[in-house]
């Protein structure tokens, strides 16, 4: 394979997972043009306390030996601990459950890919006054314990989350699911369907798939987008196992990668935020590029269209934004067709980051779900 071939596929790749290599882009002076004029636009949210807000943590370990990081948030949490978090004892039964504060409706955040449970900053920081929360890293991602490639597939990030809420979910709860969040509550309806209706009271997906991520055109030519499918596995496996070289090169392509997050995750809107991009980019520069490799396959196998019946009986938003790329807006039509009594909600001139984007319509939605669910 000559040097350019593989400098080539090298790029392809990078664009695809959230600039896992960010070797070859712009030129530097265009590059750095282009982010000096976003990052002295008006930044309405330099202030804001990204990554600050925090609960009551806990350690779950999982019935295949991994502990994932979890947060208890709500006025309840908050009060018993003087809003200061408390640690837990990772090694505690795994059986063993976390029902200190009885609650009459729990809503359970799920992230997306390369993202942690900070990327719900915006919903924490509006439902925590009147609503117990529970938030959690998926595996291998944010504060969570890294898995192998072998355990890195949307069912055992099911069973991950049929974990979570048996053990820190003491009644009815909301799932809330973003990106592969919203397949890890597909995967859950899948192996779990007993849990919807009696325990899973309401559900909202956001900006998913139910399946044929493959297909994806990433906004490309048709051609272009069938070579970029072609050539993408191997190369995200080669980019995988050299990982720490990979990630040793991301930090210095931080304005690369951060055009690629203003793009490929917020709208055309001029007023997105430069502290909100660098807040998203610096979540999905944190995912090691092993892990952005082991679950890339898991993504693009992803198919169920078939278990979705099992929401149909529960209260379902579903939301995403007309400009997205990555889980474009065909795939929530083909989710809402399935549930017809689901409600789709388009959220013009946004992107795939829609819960940092437009937190406004997203917190307006998660509200409204949980009052349909508080009035069954």
Known sequence: ????????????????????????????????????????????????????????????????????????????????????????????????????????????????????????????????ENYRLVLWDQRSHGRSQRAGADDSTIDRLGEDLAEVIERFVPGPCVLVGHSMGGMTIMALADRHPGLFEEKIRGVALISTSAGKLAELTLGLPAMLSKAVHKVAPTTVSMLGRRGALVDRTRSVGSDIAFLITRYMGFGDSKNVSPTVVDFAESMIRATPTEVVADFYPALMNHDKLSALHVLDPVPTAILVGDRDWLTPPDHSRAIAAALPKAQLTEVPDTSHLIQLERPGVVNDALRDLVKRVELQ
């Open 1 to 128: 394979m000559t040097t350019t071939t593989t400098r080539r596929r090298v790029g392809i790749a990078g664009a695809l997972v959230g600039a896992a290599s960010a070797g070859v882009a712009a030129a530097a002076l265009a590059k750095r043009y282009a982010v000096g004029r976003i990052r002295l636009r008006p930044d309405t949210e330099a202030s804001e306390p990204f990554g600050e807000l925090r609960g009551r943590e806990r350690t779950l370990i999982t019935s295949d030996g991994k502990a994932l990081h979890v947060e208890i948030d709500g006025p309840e949490e908050r009060r018993s601990s003087g809003g200061e978090s408390e640690s837990n004892d990772a090694n505690e039964p795994r059986s063993g459950r976390d029902h200190e504060h009885d609650a009459p409706l729990t809503v359970v955040l799920c992230h997306g890919y390369c993202l942690s449970l900070e990327s719900w900053h915006y919903q924490r920081k509006d439902l925590r």
